[in-house]
């Protein structure tokens, strides 16, 4: 069992981004999904985790070790997948694989040559294997990144929005592959479709503002607003109106009509119907019931 | 949206610290050239409209460079954040998108040059010029170079190298494009003859013309139109925007325009094309069938680190290696170099070509590639270290286990196989010369050697590069920094500056021209010892890399520090041991200590310039060579004479620096005083000497050189090759006139009133001159298997304590001037009568003995039936090495130095229009009789017309008996434009009267007065004047002066001609030919040719101010026919116009005005027509 423990973890940028605001997490083994609107510092806490950058405070902590003093214990376990990553230009998959898994510590030149061509095929781009990454179109390219961060001996996995890009098809298998993975080791997914987390998430937080926002099994938080979810079919004209004298968490179009999702620990009023809670309705209430807060202050 | 687009464009700009950088520049290079004295022409304003053209079209070249950096910065910028796509879906018009790119670019390079002429016209203000140097200030002078020369080559730049950026968006290509474009300039310069380039020969008329036409920078145009321009037409005519000059600059505008116009039409707003895969039938994304398994690690240890470096390296040179980058950088590496090799191998056309030999090719690559090995390391250090960051790679990478110590080392490892890629690209491209030129003895350990010399300082230098980058951390300020640094310490800017201390000089590139005689000789030495301080410093720099990438300072074991500590200590050490020889142990003194030196010792001394002195009779002494050491023992024994006519009460003597007196004795009693900082040693004499009276001093000295500070090229003592002029470190009396400070402009800045004018030609001789010949009697000991050769009789030779000894006793008395030389030499003996003609040579080197000695025989036979015969003897010729520089050939009393590159050891067998070794054994046997034992003139006004002038003629002569006019001719035309285009440079003299500051009159012009006096009076009465000078005036006669050697010419010259010698000799007379018209009819009898011609002829006083005379002779034209036949008549000049006909059987060809070059004419060009038949 792999335990990552982060306590209080502050960063603040140069430019004076407060990008993670005192940040307290507990992870296991399994998938753990962070989720949070763009800008929320995902990204940021995940390099932070990968010893890619320094904390100002706080203490990140895996197997019992401090790895803002020891960033080569999490670098020797971990696999890694940027948001955003290129590749060096007219080098093909194969090689590449094969140079970080040198990188990462795989010596042996017999048991490499076998866990890149495992990869290769795990990702299926055995066929692509000799052509340059440079060249992959965005779901290939984003299938390396796995492959890559496969490679070695990973006890965490940190893949930063993986599925972006992907068709929903391959969204479906790569998320499998993950969780399948997952039953071993940690693994970390950022992403802010809520989805992903959903399906396969044993664990999650919501993030903004560099700030946990709620934190728990997804069952869990559902469960929280059991019997609280209330749907309505209306026209787009009267919105405001709803909004003004409603909790609206979401709205959404079809065909022609607005439909809106509203919190309330009873019928809120005519033409509503209770519905089941799912993961959005939590991701949503989470981040506005942020935005209220930081509008106080104001 | 066009202005917007503009003004966009500009605020970009503007907000770049690369451009203010850029204009500082700029600014700072004019103010540079604007201030310094030492730049621009002699006798030419620094204000005058031809030194600002001329310096602002060599600004203008710089242009190419900042066009390079500031297109690459901008163009690239849409593609480097990424923004290219959406900007290329914008509705942008694509002419006003590249219009106001193009626009910006030009007007931001016009202000960078409009700030170097600003800089330019400040520094001439602040500077305090001579008012000799200064004329008067015009706005025009300024502006008109900047619009007609400077904006139209801005434009040229921007468009070349923009289209560059929209075809390839690549930054390296356009890199290269800016290179390409400076490399094709100056090797087309070269080409060209383009007075640019030093040592350039003069070019034909119509080759000078065409250049004029395809120069895009107007460099050649500007030359063409001036070549000839006076003095005064310099300081005060603007350059005019006509002929070549105006047609060059509309054409390569046009030209210009035509590029853009082309890149703009293959221009299209499409980001980088990447060709997409076919698509697999059936997308499977992933396969979670495959059961994942881990792998096992090992992170850190050393087979990690190990194959983590083995790993990046051959990612690294994988992505190098298959750059299309590297392939052009090869190919233009090797074109350059073909080109270079195959001009070194061309060599200087007066001497003829050279052998591939592996010596100078490898000469010629060490002296071609490094600052090209330089540029390719900034830009590929900048693009490695960078890359996985800019590739977005960098995360990955960092994310991993892996040492980020190990990685950089691998990077930095990558960086250094593109200078050994490089060397070994050259080594074969030398190769492959010297089998296509079929040079059978290929020296691989030279090549090899290349590896070292040129490889390890770059070497080195990529670890400074690669550092700073790495410091810096930031791509382009790293790249400008490092840019920077390698500017200072391994270019010659730096040394311009004043950063000469060799340890500052990180990856100077070891330039020494390697002679088959001596090698690289001693500079080996020095190269070693920087090599381990640079090298150590270098592995120290190595070892803390990774401390510095990683911002703290931690030493990863006890072996890093026991190794960082000995590298540091072994620094230290080796800097200390260079530092104490290059400065410390050397008394070399240098720019302004010198001058310091040259005035406090003309203030002390001046007033002993007319001191009586003892003079020398007999030189007696033993040198002792040590080539392997380096230096040289002599000790001698002066015998000394009292030939004034009173008595002399104290002895002023003179040490040159170059030696260190050992001891010196005067066999008089007397009183040693000594003043060593100026080399001099006063001896008062107890009894004074009498007249008649006699003295004897005996000394010795030791002399050498110290690898560090370099050899001096007439006191070179090397392991083989040796020569010294070494009469000039014997002990020598009275004031040195040599130490004054020659520069008038330095002397105007310290206040120092002239240089004592040159002894007048009219000067009355003194009955009782002192010659000053001596007896000499030397003896040289060698190496045992070298033989010295000296002036004067072999009398005896011997080895013993293994030396090898040979003594030389002099025939005769001859002149204060003997040198050694010691090689290991084969030779060749043949005689001419009863004189032994003695070769001395490298064995390497025999191809050309039997051809030198031929000329020497043939020389000899024409002295002898045309002067008097050989006045020694014997006659010696010896091959000595290239470290001996500032000539071919050099002449002393019965011996005639050759260089092993300078025409001994040329390649002949293709040129017999360059007969090199004929012509120098001619001029330097001349040497013989003239300013050799019979006559040394006097130093004076018109002595060097009578040595170098009349040796020039006699060389011509026998040349012209041995090749033809046609070939001699060729000859004249060469020495006449030298002439022409040297003599604007300085106030002309008439030749009787040359200095030795103006080669060009003594050699040149001296030639083409001595040959067209040889037209109108015939060679034979000629040489009879010369054979009458000669008798008459010959040691122990006083020598005669160009006065005299007028009178004899005059004596030769028919009475209607007397009037020709003043013309040739007192008076600058130049003439101004041209044909105006010639037309063609058939007649019954053949053909009739009309023509009309110009002749004007004016009189120059030499300050460049001429008027126009009477024409009062007739003029040559020749009519040439179609089956080569000439007919040459002279015709009558009246009102500065000949007309005239020819009436010729066969279909005449052309018309040519003085054919045989009897006149002075500025412009050969147009004094040659074709028949137009009617």
């Known amino acids: ?298 | 949206m066009f202005k917007q687009l503009l003004a966009f464009e500009g605020s970009f700009f503007l907000r770049r610290p690369v451009l203010y950088v850029n204009l500082i520049i700029f600014l700072i290079i004019g103010l540079l050239a604007g201030s310094n004295s030492s730049i621009g022409f002699p006798n030419i304003n620094k204000n005058s409209p031809y030194e600002i053209t001329y310096i602002t079209g060599i600004f203008s070249l710089l242009l190419i460079f900042a066009t390079t950096l500031l297109v690459a910065h901008s163009f690239q910028r849409e593609q480097d954040s990424r923004f290219a796509a959406v900007l290329y879906a914008l509705p942008l018009e694509k002419h006003v998108y590249l219009l106001t790119r193009v626009i910006a670019m030009v007007f931001i390079i016009s202000f960078c040059i409009a700030m170097a002429e600003l800089g330019l016209w400040v520094g001439h203000l602040i500077s305090s010029l001579p008012p000799d140097k200064v004329g008067s200030y015009k706005l025009i002078n300024y502006l008109f170079p900047l619009l007609a020369l400077a904006v139209p080559n801005a434009i040229f730049c921007v468009s070349l190298i923009c289209s560059t950026a929209w075809l390839t968006r690549n930054k390296l290509v356009i890199y290269i494009t800016g290179l390409c474009i400076y490399i094709f300039y100056i090797v087309g310069s070269i080409y060209a003859n383009s007075p640019l380039i030093a040592g350039a020969n003069p070019a034909s008329p119509e080759q000078m013309s065409l250049f004029a036409k395809l120069d895009p920078f107007g460099m050649a145009a500007f030359f063409e139109q001036t070549r000839y321009w006076t003095a005064v037409e310099r300081n005060e005519q603007q350059l005019s925007l006509s002929g070549n000059f105006l047609f060059n600059r509309v054409i390569w505008c046009l030209i210009s325009f035509l590029v853009l116009l082309f890149s703009y039409k293959r221009f299209s707003f499409i980001t980088e094309p990447i060709k997409p895969l076919k698509k697999s039938t059936k997308v499977i994304a992933l396969r979670p069938d495959i059961v994942y398994r881990s792998a096992g690690i090992e992170t850190q240890t050393y087979r990690h680190n190990i194959a983590v470096f083995i790993s990046t390296l051959k990612l690294n040179l994988r992505s190098v290696l298959k750059g299309i980058p590297l392939v052009l950088i090869l190919i233009l590496l090797t074109f350059i170099l073909s080109v270079e090799i195959a001009n070194a191998i061309a060599g200087d056309p007066r001497l003829g070509s050279n052998f591939a030999r592996t010596g100078l090719i490898v000469s010629t690559i060490m002296e071609t590639i490094p600052f090209y090995c330089m540029l390719v390391i900034l830009f590929y250090s900048a693009e490695l270290i960078w890359k996985s960051r800019l590739a977005g790679f960098h995360y990955i990478e960092l994310s991993t286990a892996a040492n980020p110590g190990t990685i950089v080392l691998s990077k930095l490892v990558s960086i250094m196989t593109l200078p050994l890629l490089l060397i070994a690209n050259s080594i074969i491209a030398g190769i492959v010369f010297q089998v296509i030129n079929g040079f059978q003895i290929i020296d691989l350990t030279i090549y090899l050697s290349l590896f070292y010399f040129t490889a390890l300082p770059l070497l080195i230098a990529t670890v400074l590069i690669t550092s700073i980058q790495l410091v810096v951390n930031n791509k382009y300020a790293g790249l400008a920094i490092a840019t920077g640094v390698v500017l200072l310490t391994s270019t010659n800017f730096g040394l311009m500056l004043g950063l000469t201390s060799p340890m500052l000089r990180i990856g100077d590139p070891f330039q020494i021209f390697y002679g088959d005689m001596n090698g690289f000789g001693g500079y080996k030495t020095a190269f070693h010892w920087k090599m381990i301080f640079h090298g150590s410093l270098a592995v120290a720099l190595v070892l803390i890399l990774p401390s510095i990438i990683q911002r703290r300072f931690r030493l990863a074991s006890k072996t890093t520090k026991v190794l960082l500590s000995s590298m540091i200590l072994i620094g230290t050490i080796s800097g200390y041991y260079i530092f104490r020889e290059t400065h410390i142990n050397s008394n070399i003194l240098k720019g302004t200590r010198l001058n310091e030196w040259k005035q406090e010792y003309e203030l002390k001394y001046k007033q002993y310039k007319e001191l009586p002195l003892l003079t020398v009779t007999d030189v007696k002494a033993l040198v002792q060579l040590k080539p392997s050491q380096q230096e040289y023992h002599v000790s001698g024994r002066y015998h000394l004479i009292n030939k004034t006519a009173g008595n002399i009460d104290s002895i002023l003597l003179y040490m040159p620096a170059e030696i260190t007196l050992k001891s010196i004795k005067i066999e008089s009693p007397g009183l040693f005083k000594n003043d060593t900082s100026f080399h001099h040693y006063w001896y008062v004499l107890t009894k004074p000497i009498s007249p008649s009276d006699t003295c004897i001093i005996q000394f010795s000295f030791s002399s050498g050189w110290s690898t560090f500070t370099g050899h001096q090229a007439f006191n070179s003592i090397i392991e083989n090759g040796t020569f010294i002029r070494i009469s000039r470190y014997f002990p020598s009396f009275g004031y040195h006139e040599d130490n004054e400070i020659t520069n008038s402009i330095e002397r105007t800045k310290r206040k120092m009133a002239p240089q004592d004018l040159l002894k007048l030609v009219e000067a009355p001789s003194m009955p009782d001159y002192d010659h000053g010949y001596i007896n000499l009697d030397l003896t040289i000991s060698t190496l045992e298997d070298q033989t010295a050769i000296s002036t004067g009789i072999l009398v005896n030779e011997w080895k013993a304590d293994s030396q090898h000894y040979f003594r030389y006793i002099t025939d005769k008395p001859i002149p204060f001037r003997f040198a050694v030389s010691s090689a290991r030499y084969k030779v060749k003996k043949a005689y001419h009568k009863n004189i032994p003609i003695e070769i001395y040579f490298d064995e390497r080197h025999n191809v050309n003995a039997d051809k030198l000695i031929a000329g020497a025989k043939r020389t000899l036979t024409y002295f002898d039936s045309n002067f008097v015969a050989y006045p020694h003897r014997i006659i010696r010729f010896a091959e000595i090495s290239a470290f001996a520089d500032g000539f071919a050939a050099t002449a002393y009393p019965t011996i005639i130095y050759m260089k092993e590159n300078g025409g001994f050891y040329n390649n002949l067998s293709d040129s017999s229009e360059h007969d090199v070794i004929n012509g120098l054994a001619a001029h330097e046997l001349a040497h013989q009789w003239w300013g050799g034992t019979p006559i040394t003139p006097e130093i004076r006004e018109g002595g060097w017309l009578l040595t170098e002038g009349i040796a020039n003629y006699i060389a011509l002569m026998i040349y012209q008996q041995e090749h033809g006019k046609k070939a001699a001719l060729e000859i004249v035309r060469q020495h006449l434009d030298t002439y022409l285009s040297s003599r604007s440079y300085s106030q002309e003299t008439p030749i009787y009267k040359t200095t030795y500051n103006t080669p060009h009159l003594a050699y040149n012009k001296g030639l083409v007065a001595l040959y067209q006096l040889q037209l109108l009076i015939g060679e034979k009465a000629l040489n009879r004047a010369l054979a009458s000078l000669l008798i008459a005036r010959a040691y122990p006669k006083v020598p005669p002066t160009t006065q005299d050697f007028l009178d004899e010419l005059r004596g030769v010259t028919p009475p209607g001609m007397q009037h020709k010698v003043d013309e040739l000799f007192k008076q600058i007379i130049i003439y101004d030919l041209k044909l105006k018209s010639v037309s063609g009819t058939k007649i019954p009898e053949g053909y009739k040719v009309t023509f009309r011609g110009e002749v004007l002829k004016f009189l120059e006083d030499g300050k460049g101010n001429k008027r126009v005379i009477a024409v009062d002779e007739k003029i040559a034209v020749t009519c040439v026919s179609d089956d080569g036949k000439e007919v040459t008549r002279y015709f009558p000049v009246s009102a500065g116009l000949i007309n005239g006909s020819f009436v010729s059987k066969e279909k005449p060809m052309y018309i040519k005005m003085d054919p045989d070059l009897s006149l002075i004419d500025l412009f050969l060009k147009d004094n040659e027509k074709n028949v137009e038949i009617n």
């Open chain 1, 1 to 298: 069992m792999n335990i990552l423990t982060i306590n209080g973890l502050k960063k603040t940028y140069a430019n004076g981004v407060r990008a993670i605001n005192d940040v307290t997490l507990e992870i296991g083994n399994g998938m753990f999904g962070l989720l949070g609107p763009n800008g929320a510092g995902k990204s940021s806490l995940m390099r932070t985790i990968a010893a890619l950058q320094k904390p100002d405070e706080g203490s990140i902590k895996f197997n019992g070790v401090n790895i803002i003093d020891d960033p080569l214990y999490i670098r020797k376990n971990l696999g890694y997948l940027p948001q955003e990553f290129g590749v060096y230009p007219r080098i093909s998959a194969y090689v590449l694989l094969d140079h970080i898994a040198v990188l990462k510590g795989v010596v042996d030149k017999a048991q490499r040559k076998q866990q890149v061509i495992s990869v290769l095929e795990q990702t299926n781009l055995q066929q692509h294997q000799h052509k340059a990454v440079n060249t992959y179109s965005g779901g290939m390219r984003q299938r390396f990144g796995i492959a890559q961060a496969l490679l070695g001996d990973p006890r965490i996995i940190i893949v930063d929005e993986p599925t972006a890009g992907l068709d929903p098809e391959e969204r479906y298998r790569f998320n499998n592959l993950l969780s399948e993975i997952g039953e071993h080791i940690i693994v970390i997914l950022s992403t802010h479709i809520v989805e992903d987390v959903k399906d396969l998430c044993t664990d999650m937080a919501v993030i903004a503002d560099g700030c946990v926002l709620s934190k728990g099994h997804p069952s869990d938080l559902l469960q929280k607003l059991e019997n609280k979810i209330w749907l309505k079919t209306i026209n787009k004209s009267e919105l405001a109106r709803y909004r003004d004298n409603h909790r609206v968490i979401s709205s959404r179009l079809n065909a022609g009509k607005l439909i809106i999702r509203v919190l309330n620990s009873g019928l809120p009023g005519e033409g509503f119907e209770s519905v089941r809670a799912d993961l959005e309705d939590v991701y949503f209430i989470t981040l506005s019931d942020q935005q209220d807060k930081t509008e106080s202050y104001v």
